[in-house]
């Protein structure tokens, strides 16, 4: 499985985390997505543990052969 992380603005938008590259941050273990996430959204990620409300959440990604654009083999 596949997970990305995401953050959500003051508007209630929640966006895909995104790399220098500008493609969206994908992880192939759940764990290394939410140390990612501590690293990029520390504050953010410390508020939601005090009840400060979800403003990041890591999501698993479901692949499939219709997946576009085609991957490279």
């Known amino acids: 499985m596949r997970y990305k992380i995401e953050v959500q603005d003051e508007t209630g938008i929640w ?3 995104r790399g220098t590259d ?3 941050l ?3 273990d759940e764990a290394k997505a939410r140390s990612a996430l501590s690293e990029r959204f ?3 990620v410390q508020m939601e543990r005090y ?3 979800k403003r990041t ?3 698993r990604v479901i692949e499939d052969e ?3 654009p085609k991957k490279k083999a």
Request: charged share 25%.
């Open 15 to 17: 966006s895909d985390v």
């Open 22 to 24: 500008g493609q969206p």
């Open 26 to 28: 994908v992880f192939d």
């Open 42 to 44: 520390p504050v953010l």
């Open 51 to 53: 009840g400060g409300g």
């Open 57 to 59: 959440r890591v999501i």
């Open 66 to 68: 219709d997946d576009w």
